[in-house]
């Protein structure tokens, strides 16, 4: 049963218990009050509904976002194929900074024909609905390898304002924990506001043995999920409280990951963000894996992975063209966000980091090219397609990536710190200044991981 289905059978239930029909020729009051008792069902059955369809759904033909969906995969197929703007029959698809994504498409090692098929396939988009307080629609491609999510203008102005300094940060540090976007679009239906949505990889691929995942902000405040009941198919994303009394077990790896969450955290920092989170899942490693892991072999094709993925701009220099344009076309639909000033990334040199169980010399790595490993502070990655969110520790493989860097500090973020200073004195809560937000974030790595 659909949402718009529930809404209309619960009010027609409504109307025959109370004896209230909305009549064309009705008094001025009962209109008002139906109005009113309209809009209050509406927000109880989104509330309700929405925390009892937690999880993955398929955009069928019977889900109300079924023709949406449809129109995005045929704009996708059409506009991949071109350049900036495409228009087939009842939308118009635009793509923003299209070779930048594409150079960074290509430093992941995801073919343009893997992508084209992934989000233009013949199978369904899925919906995701979780507990997350966003407004934003979440979509996965049928094969779960790709994360579409709906911004509002403000988010993709901001975005594009600060695309270079974010292709910048991940072409000095390749195996950032940063969600990688992948694309910026728009669509516009006829007689519809026009939605803008990115594509980024999904952190959580591939999820086939992942059964806990976790949305960490490093606060206390609001931060506990109740988890699913035993055999339960409810995706629930936990969080911070939930996460209480356990550790992440990297043993090596472990103070790369603190060093490098202290230097993702800088960079956010610098553009005086907040409220980003780490997405964190774990699964235990098979006994094949595990011997696999330590495997001459497999250590070497590590390295070797390692040392050759590109950075975004090696073939492609982190231009935006025309980026001008798109901002004054954006401009008219902005909403306020308050102070939004953007300081400059911040440089933050990662210390030491654990070679592990290979010497890298012994795949005849230059002292140049070992340098360059240090420098840009890199790790030996494993073999599997999203390799830079994936961190193998001794008994568990952890899903680790940073999201939802889109929430600047500006004049609505400090009321609302100054509103909650108030209502939870001494306590930890999401809405601080960047600094203490960064500091706090880090923080929690430092205390959770062994």
Same mark, same amino acid.
């Given at each position: 049963?659909?949402?718009?289905?529930?809404?209309?059978?619960?009010?027609?239930?409504?109307?025959?218990?109370?004896?209230?029909?909305? &009549?064309?020729?009705?008094?001025?009051?009962?209109?008002?009050?139906?109005?009113?008792?309209?809009?209050?069902?509406?927000?109880?059955?989104?509330?309700?509904?929405?925390?009892?369809?937690?999880?993955?759904?398929?955009?069928?033909?019977?889900?109300?976002? &079924?023709?949406?969906?449809?129109?995005?995969?045929?704009?996708?197929?059409?506009?991949?194929?071109?350049?900036?703007?495409?228009?087939?029959?009842?939308?118009?698809?635009?793509?923003?900074?299209?070779?930048?994504?594409?150079?960074?498409?290509?430093?992941?090692?995801?073919?343009?024909?893997?992508?084209?098929?992934?989000?233009?396939?013949?199978?369904?988009? #899925?919906?995701?609905?979780?507990?997350?307080?966003?407004?934003?629609?979440?979509?996965?491609?049928?094969?779960?390898?790709?994360?579409?999510?709906?911004?509002?203008?403000?988010?993709?102005?901001?975005?594009?304002?600060?695309?270079?300094?974010?292709?910048?940060?991940?072409?000095?540090?390749?195996?950032?924990?940063?969600?990688?976007?992948?694309?910026?679009?728009?669509?516009?239906?006829?007689?519809?506001?026009?939605?803008?949505?990115?594509?980024?990889?999904?952190?959580?691929?591939?999820?086939?043995?992942? *059964?806990?995942?976790?949305?960490?902000?490093? &606060?206390?405040?609001?931060?506990?999920?109740?988890?699913?009941?035993?055999?339960?198919?409810?995706?629930?994303?936990?969080?911070? *409280?939930?996460?209480?009394?356990?550790?992440?077990?990297?043993?090596?790896?472990?103070?790369?990951?603190?060093?490098?969450?202290?230097?993702?955290?800088?960079?956010?920092?610098?553009? *005086?963000?907040?409220?980003?989170?780490?997405?964190?899942?774990?699964?235990?490693?098979?006994?094949?894996?595990?011997?696999?892991?330590?495997?001459?072999?497999?250590?070497?094709?590590?390295?070797?992975?390692?040392?050759?993925?590109?950075?975004?701009?090696?073939?492609?220099?982190?231009?935006?063209?025309?980026?001008?344009?798109?901002?004054?076309?954006?401009?008219?639909?902005?909403?306020?966000?308050?102070?939004?000033?953007?300081?400059?990334?911040?440089?933050?040199?990662?210390?030491?980091?654990?070679?592990?169980?290979?010497?890298?010399?012994?795949?005849?790595?230059?002292?140049?090219?070992?340098?360059?490993?240090?420098?840009?502070?890199?790790? #030996?990655?494993?073999?599997?397609? *999203?390799?830079?969110?994936?961190?193998?520790?001794?008994?568990?493989?952890?899903?680790?990536?940073?999201?939802?860097?889109?929430?600047?500090?500006?004049?609505?973020?400090?009321?609302?710190?100054?509103?909650?200073?108030?209502?939870?004195?001494?306590?930890?809560?999401?809405?601080?200044?960047?600094?203490?937000?960064?500091?706090?974030? &880090?923080?929690?790595?430092?205390?959770?991981?062994?």
């Amino acid at each position: 049963m659909t949402f718009h289905t529930t809404l209309e059978l619960f009010q027609d239930k409504m109307d025959k218990r109370s004896g209230l029909r909305l &009549c064309h020729f009705g008094t001025a009051r009962r209109r008002r009050w139906w109005g009113l008792r309209r809009r209050w069902i509406y927000i109880y059955i989104t509330f309700t509904f929405t925390w009892r369809m937690l999880g993955v759904f398929k955009t069928n033909q019977e889900h109300d976002l &079924c023709s949406l969906t449809c129109l995005m995969k045929e704009g996708l197929h059409a506009v991949l194929q071109t350049s900036n703007t495409t228009t087939v029959p009842d939308l118009e698809m635009q793509t923003f900074a299209g070779p930048v994504f594409a150079g960074l498409r290509r430093s992941l090692d995801i073919t343009e024909e893997e992508y084209h098929r992934s989000l233009s396939s013949d199978g369904c988009y #899925l919906q995701f609905i979780s507990n997350s307080k966003s407004k934003a629609d979440f979509f996965l491609t049928n094969d779960k390898r790709f994360f579409l999510k709906t911004q509002n203008t403000r988010e993709v102005m901001f975005f594009l304002s600060n695309l270079k300094a974010y292709m910048d940060h991940l072409e000095k540090y390749p195996h950032s924990l940063m969600v990688r976007f992948l694309g910026l679009y728009s669509i516009q239906i006829p007689n519809k506001t026009k939605k803008y949505f990115i594509v980024m990889q999904n952190v959580f691929y591939p999820d086939e043995r992942i *059964n806990t995942r976790y949305d960490i902000k490093g &606060c206390e405040v609001g931060r506990w999920t109740d988890p699913a009941s035993t055999g339960n198919p409810v995706t629930k994303i936990l969080k911070d *409280n939930n996460f209480e009394g356990k550790h992440i077990i990297l043993d090596k790896q472990r103070s790369w990951l603190v060093d490098q969450v202290e230097i993702d955290s800088a960079f956010l920092r610098s553009l *005086n963000v907040l409220d980003y989170s780490i997405l964190l899942a774990h699964q235990p490693l098979h006994q094949d894996e595990l011997d696999r892991k330590h495997s001459f072999s497999n250590l070497t094709m590590r390295t070797v992975k390692s040392m050759d993925q590109d950075s975004p701009a090696k073939e492609d220099p982190p231009t935006i063209p025309l980026l001008e344009g798109y901002s004054a076309r954006l401009a008219s639909d902005t909403i306020d966000n308050g102070s939004d000033h953007v300081q400059n990334t911040g440089e933050h040199s990662g210390h030491g980091i654990p070679l592990q169980e290979i010497n890298l010399h012994s795949v005849n790595c230059t002292d140049a090219e070992l340098l360059e490993f240090q420098a840009h502070h890199r790790r #030996l990655l494993p073999n599997l397609k *999203n390799s830079v969110h994936v961190i193998d520790g001794p008994k568990l493989r952890y899903f680790v990536g940073i999201v939802d860097f889109f929430t600047v500090y500006g004049v609505k973020k400090r009321q609302e710190n100054l509103w909650k200073s108030l209502r939870f004195p001494g306590r930890a809560f999401s809405t601080v200044s960047p600094a203490t937000y960064s500091q706090r974030f &880090c923080q929690w790595v430092k205390d959770h991981t062994k």
